[in-house]
């Protein structure tokens, strides 16, 4: 049974801090991973990706990625009451098709 | 670049009334498709995918079918609703040719 592990919050944040976001998954064959952003009520949109071991950086948002302890994270810099949203972690497994599994989500809170 | 359309956007169905939800897709051609479930509070569960018209895999054992009449058409039914059929239901392709997931608006179906 595959696997994607996250901490369901909330998160609260004061506004101008870092978020710090983490997710582990089972399968240690994943070779894809992937954060989305969900507001209330919306479809969850992708903010951002990674595939290699490290740090991957996109504007205020840096990703993670450690696949022999099986652990990627998401920072995120400056936050701003905007960001409060639920973040999904996404691991893809690959066997024929592409497929992706989805934590249930941390919910972050930025207070002013 | 993709467009999945998803429609309704809410409905609200008896228990043992018939579902049926149509997504379509633009900017693409031949498709993955994917149906995803949320329930409240919970992450995404990938129901059905579709790689070509006429191919179904499910991914879990429920009271949900779904067909693939053409290349940009994904329709998931059911013949009769449970209280347990109640969520937010998901269109998906791959943005490009990879795992990564790009999601329609979503239909909120609640069964009561």
């Known amino acids: 049974q595959k696997e994607v592990e996250q901490n369901s919050g909330p998160l609260s944040v004061p506004e101008g801090a870092i978020a710090s976001l983490n997710c582990t998954y089972s399968?240690?064959?994943?070779?894809?991973f992937f954060w989305y952003r969900q507001y209330s009520g919306k479809s969850p949109e992708l903010i951002m990706f990674?595939?290699?071991?490290g740090d991957k950086e996109d504007g205020r948002f840096t990703a993670q990625l450690n696949k022999a302890s099986q652990y990627v994270s998401l920072l995120i810099r400056d936050s701003q009451p905007s960001d409060s949203a639920t973040y999904l972690c996404?691991?893809?497994?690959?066997?024929?098709?592409?497929?992706?599994?989805f934590g249930a989500g941390t919910r972050l809170a930025v207070h002013p | 670049s993709q467009t999945i359309h998803q429609w309704p956007a809410t409905l609200v169905q008896p228990v043992g009334s018939p579902l049926s939800l149509e997504c379509t897709v633009e900017?693409?051609?031949?498709?993955?498709l994917y149906w995803y479930r949320q329930a409240a509070g919970r992450g995404l569960q990938l129901l059905f995918y579709?790689?070509?018209?006429?191919?179904i895999s499910s991914e879990v054992p429920q009271n949900l079918s779904a067909s693939r009449p053409q290349d940009r058409q994904f329709i998931l039914s059911s013949k009769k609703l449970l209280l347990s059929d109640s969520g937010f239901y998901l269109c998906?392709?791959?943005?490009?040719?990879?795992?990564?997931?790009?999601f329609g608006q979503g239909t909120r179906l609640t069964v009561v």
């Open positions: 900017g693409t051609s031949n498709p993955n």
């Open positions: 399968d240690r064959g994943s070779q894809s």
């Open positions: 990674i595939y290699s071991n």
């Open positions: 996404a691991v893809g497994f690959s066997g024929g098709y592409n497929k992706l599994i």
């Open positions: 998906a392709c791959p943005m490009k040719v990879g795992t990564e997931a790009f």
């Open positions: 579709s790689v070509g018209i006429g191919q």
